[in-house]
């Protein structure tokens, strides 16, 4: 418990000390350009395989109820309603934790171990800002971005499986798309993702440039990057989706 | 392309090597169980605040979905349709790859490197059999179980936002969810959770038996373990789902 509160206080004292750098100059463009990259094309493909099959699920499971009450019609909207909302933001910060906040994790842990972070600061170049900063800008950048791919994904998948599969008639599924779409469901996923890209960037690279003991550490530096990023967003994704889309009881 | 082509079929190999291993050396029988305790109760805590905020989340978006309809009290039901069905496999599944999986991965592959497993052969023990073996009965044990757990909690925690943040009425809450599913949703749900186990243990072991050098490779194998592992679970659920819901085969 006590080791607990620790090392919450230790993460508060890192994440202070990478926030007082991201608005002290130099800036280094050219490194979060190239992270951002990284990070984009590596989860990519993962983030688009798994939301577009649950997607797919979403239209199997949904079809089944709705036929229920004769409302096929109402599939489209709770799928684009229920993908832009939850689904592609929870599923797509999943996986940038699991591929992009893992390999941040590693590689900086893989440095720590070889000495590599001590030989920047002996060539007096600031570490944290070097290696840690441009990281945790390019996951807070690039998880917004794979959201709206895995949108695109999840909703397409629905479409597949409705449409193709299913055979319900298309153009009633693309005109109900938007019925219930209101302006907070287009950003709110936006706002949503970007909060759970800045968390993930600061507890991997907590984790990365903390990581101790050889290649073992590296092994746990990942395991805890993963675990510790999926609890604490899911965790705020319950906040944030009662102060964004509004659940008062009314 | 062609690469990712070649992983497979190296994966099925190794599979192949594996169910040969298991014929032959059967498995050690005081490591099972200690396996179980790692994989069941060291994720537990992670599984429960999850499910706990999944099932939250479920119910305000259900309440939200639902209420432009006027069919507010359709809450129970949608959670416990896409609770019971859907997300408590799933979320298990996700947080047992990230946590046993992960772990799966950076043990084994730290044992590649420093020539442990190399020792295990040496001394006349088969690695595969060794090592594999306990991990996947104790994940074939664990994680059905999880899964019901999971369910539990989400519903619960569904159940205490639709009454204390939502003011709904707790009784109607039931029923619908009650009338919704069925026994054999939640045999459905640990066929689902045996299926995904199978997986992430033999993805997990796959990348750390197949570890690259120093500790970049075992970063590298972790972090290729717990994606390709939820991804392909996810892949698989969705023709899971198709045989035991659809209908279409």
Redesign the interface.
Request: a neutral charge; zero cysteines; proline letters at 3%.
């Given at each position: 418990m006590l080791n607990a509160i620790t090392a919450l206080g230790r993460f508060g004292r890192f994440s202070a000390g990478i926030a007082a750098r991201m608005v002290r100059r130099p800036f280094f463009y050219a490194e979060i350009m190239s992270q951002v990259w990284t990070t984009t094309t590596r989860c990519l493909l993962?983030v688009t395989?798994?939301t577009f099959?649950?997607g797919?699920?979403?239209a199997?499971?949904g079809l089944?109820?709705f036929r229920l009450f004769g409302a096929e019609r109402?599939l489209a909207s709770?799928i684009s309603?229920?993908t832009l909302?939850?689904i592609s933001p929870v599923?797509a910060s999943?996986?940038v934790a699991?591929?992009g906040g893992?390999?941040c994790?590693?590689?900086l842990?893989?440095m720590r171990?070889?000495e590599e972070i001590d030989a920047t600061e002996v060539m007096a170049v600031d570490a944290l800002k070097f290696h840690a900063v441009p990281r945790v800008i390019a996951l807070t950048i690039a998880c917004p971005l794979l959201n709206i791919a895995g949108s695109v994904a999840g909703v397409a998948g629905g479409y597949v499986t409705a449409v193709f599969?299913k055979g319900e008639p298309g153009g009633i599924f693309l005109a109900e798309l938007w019925s219930?779409m209101g302006p907070t469901d287009l950003y709110g996923g936006i706002v949503k993702t970007t909060v759970f890209g800045l968390v993930i960037g600061l507890i991997s690279c907590y984790h990365g440039y903390r990581a101790s003991g050889?290649?073992?550490?590296?092994?746990?530096?990942?395991?805890d990057t993963?675990?510790h990023s999926?609890?604490a967003f899911?965790?705020l994704?319950?906040f944030l989706?009662?102060a964004l889309?509004?659940?008062a009881?009314q | 392309m062609i690469s990712t082509l070649a992983g497979i079929g190296r994966y099925g190999l190794w599979l192949r090597d594996l169910g040969r291993a298991l014929l032959v050396h059967g498995m050690p029988k005081g490591q099972m169980m200690a396996e179980a305790f790692k994989i069941g109760i060291k994720s537990l805590p992670?599984l429960l605040?999850?499910a706990a905020?999944?099932g939250?989340?479920l119910a305000?978006?259900g309440?939200?979905?639902f209420k432009?309809?006027g069919g507010q009290r359709l809450v129970g039901?949608?959670v416990a349709?896409?609770g019971v069905?859907?997300l408590a496999p799933i979320i298990a599944a996700?947080?047992i790859a990230?946590?046993a999986g992960?772990?799966m991965?950076?043990?084994i592959?730290?044992m590649k490197?420093?020539e442990q497993v190399d020792a295990l052969e040496v001394m006349a023990v088969n690695p595969l059999a060794y090592l594999v073996a306990p991990r996947m009965i104790g994940i074939l044990l664990m994680l059905p179980a999880l899964t019901v757990i999971a369910i539990f909690v989400m519903l619960s925690a569904a159940y205490a936002v639709c009454i204390y943040?939502?003011?709904?009425n707790g009784h109607e809450f039931i029923q619908f969810a009650q009338e919704s599913i069925e026994p054999i949703d939640f045999f459905y749900g640990a066929v689902k959770a045996m299926f995904f186990g199978a997986i992430i243990c033999t993805i997990s072991c796959y990348f750390g038996f197949n570890c690259g050098k120093?500790?970049?490779?075992?970063?590298?194998a972790?972090?290729r373990a717990?994606?390709t592992s939820?991804?392909i679970c996810?892949?698989i659920?969705?023709f899971v789902?198709?045989l035991l819901?659809?209908g279409?085969f």
């Open positions: 993962p395989a798994v099959p649950f797919m699920v979403m199997l499971q089944e109820i109402m709770l309603i229920a909302r939850e599923l999943v996986l699991a591929q893992s390999s994790a590693a590689a842990g893989a171990i070889k599969l219930f050889g290649a073992a550490g590296v092994g746990k530096a990942v395991n993963v675990v999926v609890v899911i965790t994704n319950y989706t009662s889309f509004g659940a009881g | 992670i605040i999850i905020f999944v939250t989340n305000l978006q309440y939200n979905a432009p309809l039901m949608f349709l896409a069905r859907e996700a947080m990230a946590k992960t772990e991965a950076s043990q592959g730290v490197i420093r943040q939502l003011g709904m120093g500790p970049e490779g075992v970063g590298q972790t972090n717990v994606v939820s991804v996810i892949v659920n969705y789902s198709e819901y659809g279409a």
